[in-house]
């Protein structure tokens, strides 16, 4: 058997990674050999945004990097099609497995289709019901397109049958991030804050312009913002910057490890200034997922609008706000059991949420089949397919 898989953007590292190590468990236990190719589609290609996933989380290096880069969404999913396209005719695999949501797991379940290959989405049935979500429209396309869906909850396959899906083409196997999750945190648990800290500043921050040394904080709050939706309209974003410079890091020592869409807007909206200039406020580059996952282990609450984190906060308890209107995965929440909440982007709420969720306890929570062992599962249900 030949399996093609595909990532293209950082929330895909972690979930590769424990399919890769899956495959190569198979081939060195069994004397049947999946012949495996990993494509990048490289719209990720920062060494921060995507080398140092490969080599903390042990993937092997991509054989084939399509290099398409930045650019508008058509730009990208066009680009990576027609790239992509040509690794399928020469290579002409039996599946082509694409994760999460990002535009290269679009581009790529197409172009298989078309080509009659079939497609596996790992991480299907997640529903925002946003269309106005880049990745909402993503993950109606994929799933409707793919022959075998892998859902990481009971409510995401649910989403699959309500809109059709025969069963056969759905199973639960839970969430395969958990299993970077597991493999991973003891190592997380090794490091230090003040360190993670000291050795991610940001260029510009305002500890390093100054240089003054600044001690381990004993509580802080962690933020992190990509979203069109929260970093694109500066009417959204100069409220939020008001009220984590001028309220949240007024108590707590704020942690934000920014990304290149966020700190572009904050420049193009001249709000890079005051992030810089808040004491309190520590702006560090993105992060590896260990330090990443160390800062989250010892947050106080958590800010933000990824949707990786959302489920790394369920599982870890820190209580977590979303800084959106809607999530694909309610089973974070906390009606769900999770430690999230929804806040938006209103700052009443996120105020009145932030100062509730300061004085909560941390309640970790892990659903069902989030075991560390979803990689397998996975592999298991191409082989039975
Ligand atoms: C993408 C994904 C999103 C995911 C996010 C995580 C889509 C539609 N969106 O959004 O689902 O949550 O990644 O990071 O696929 N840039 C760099 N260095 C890089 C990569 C990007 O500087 O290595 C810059 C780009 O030039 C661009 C901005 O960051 O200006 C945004 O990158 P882009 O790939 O368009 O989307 P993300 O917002 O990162």
Not at 8 to 32: H, L, V, Y
Not at 305 to 330: A, F, H, I, K
Not at 367 to 372: L, N, Y
Request: proline share 4%; net charge negative; with cysteine.
């Amino acid at each position: 058997m030949k399996i093609i898989s595909v990532v293209g953007a950082r929330p895909n590292f972690m979930k590769i990674a424990p399919f890769c190590r899956a495959i190569e468990s198979f081939n060195s236990k069994t004397n049947k050999r999946i012949n495996h190719i990993l494509v990048h589609t490289g719209q990720h290609y920062d060494d921060r945004m995507s080398n140092t996933f490969f080599d903390t989380l042990n993937i092997p290096k991509a054989d084939i990097n399509l290099n398409i880069g930045s650019g508008s969404h058509a730009e990208q999913v066009g680009n990576t099609m027609i790239s992509f396209e040509k690794i399928l005719i020469k290579e002409n695999p039996d599946w082509v497995v694409v994760v999460g949501d990002v535009n290269a797991t679009l581009a790529c379940s197409v172009t298989a289709k078309k080509l009659k290959i079939k497609v596996c989405h790992i991480e299907a049935g997640l529903r925002s019901r946003d269309l106005g979500m880049p990745e909402e429209i993503n993950r109606l396309v994929t799933d409707r397109l793919s022959d075998l869906l892998l859902t990481p909850d009971e409510l995401s396959a649910n989403n699959l049958r309500a809109e059709g899906v025969s069963e056969k083409n759905i199973s639960y196997v839970g969430n395969i991030m958990i299993d970077t999750l597991e493999a991973h945190i003891d190592q997380a648990k090794q490091l230090n804050v003040l360190h993670v800290v000291q050795d991610n500043l940001h260029e510009n921050d305002f500890y390093r312009s100054k240089n003054i040394v600044f001690q381990e904080p004993e509580r802080y709050v962690v933020l992190t913002m990509h979203r069109p939706s929260n970093v694109d309209d500066c009417k959204v974003l100069e409220p939020i910057v008001k009220f984590l410079t001028e309220e949240v890091a007024k108590d707590l020592t704020l942690i934000w490890p920014i990304h290149p869409r966020a700190e572009k807007q904050l420049g193009t909206f001249d709000l890079l200034e005051k992030v810089i200039q808040t004491p309190n406020l520590i702006l560090l580059k993105p992060l590896g997922y260990h330090d990443m996952l160390r800062l989250n282990m010892g947050a106080q609450v958590m800010l933000t609008d990824s949707g990786g984190l959302q489920e790394e906060c369920c599982v870890l308890g820190t209580p977590c706000l979303t800084m959106r209107w809607n999530t694909e995965r309610p089973i974070t929440l906390r009606e769900h059991g999770g430690a999230s909440v929804l806040v938006g982007n209103d700052v009443d709420k996120l105020r009145a949420e932030y100062l509730n969720a300061l004085s909560l306890d941390r309640m970790p929570f892990r659903p069902g089949f989030w075991d560390g062992n979803a990689a397998s599962r996975c592999l298991e249900a191409i082989l039975n397919y």
